[in-house]
């Protein structure tokens, strides 16, 4: 258990919706990330915050969004899903911003039909 | 721009053998490398890191990795693999003062056989 907590686990969902995936980082880490796992294009960085603040961009769509709270915890949210977005997303959480050890959660697996 | 590079897709080796699997890395800059793994339906976990120092780093489960700056490479070796290593292994670099921003190899899949 990395303690990074994710929900929902999986969510089944049509194109045309929105969804919000929740995390909780783990106790005292201020910082979180966001990550798209897919066959096709592998594990994909999408977007970091540091203590509610944005730190990193990666590869996120302008339908994606994300925000990290007073309470650290961060959502993602997806709108206006296509196929192709289905993928598992993983969030990770750190202490820091330098030391290279992110935690994962297990993913929140999202298929959209 | 940083890539990472996974020489092989899939790895097959029988228990207790040793094994090798294979990362090149691309930067202008500085890095970090790294060594992840996840195992099946789970999030990944960090296996071992090279920050700087001795190049031969050493991780959890009997796993060590060896930086070669001039090779741009930071293979990941094992001297016997047990059936409990049987996972999905990935490779991945950040820019030194990046905000741990990890770029990803594609994985290599080890699959230990009895």
């Known amino acids: 258990d990395s303690g990074v907590t994710q929900t929902p686990k999986h969510l089944i969902t049509a194109t045309g919706q929105r969804v919000t995936l929740r995390c909780s980082p783990r106790s005292g880490d201020l910082s979180v990330y966001w990550y798209q796992q897919s066959l096709d294009q592998g594990l994909q960085f999408l977007i970091q915050y540091y203590n509610g603040e944005e730190r990193a961009k990666g590869n996120i769509l302008e339908r994606f969004s994300a925000q990290q709270f007073p309470d650290l915890h961060s959502e993602l949210n997806l709108s206006s899903l296509e196929l192709g977005d289905s993928a598992l997303y993983f969030c990770a959480s750190s202490v820091g911003t330098d030391t290279g050890e992110l935690f994962f959660g297990e993913g929140s697996r999202l298929t959209v039909l | 721009a940083q890539s990472v590079t996974q020489l092989d897709s899939q790895v097959p080796v029988f228990e207790e053998a040793p094994v090798e699997l294979r990362c090149n890395y691309s930067?202008?800059?500085?890095?970090?490398l790294f060594w992840y793994v996840q195992y099946p339906n789970q999030g990944l976990q960090l296996l071992l890191k090279?920050?700087?120092?001795?190049?031969l780093v050493k991780g959890i489960n009997g796993f060590e990795a060896e930086f070669n700056k001039s090779q741009t490479s930071f293979h990941l070796r094992k001297p016997s693999v047990h059936i409990s290593d049987t996972a999905e292994y990935f490779c991945?670099?950040?820019?030194?003062?990046?905000?741990?921003?990890?770029?990803f190899g594609a994985g290599t899949r080890l699959a230990v056989h009895p």
């Open positions: 991945a670099v950040s820019v030194v003062g990046g905000y741990n921003k990890l770029i």
């Open positions: 930067s202008s800059v500085s890095v970090y």
């Open positions: 090279y920050l700087s120092g001795s190049t």
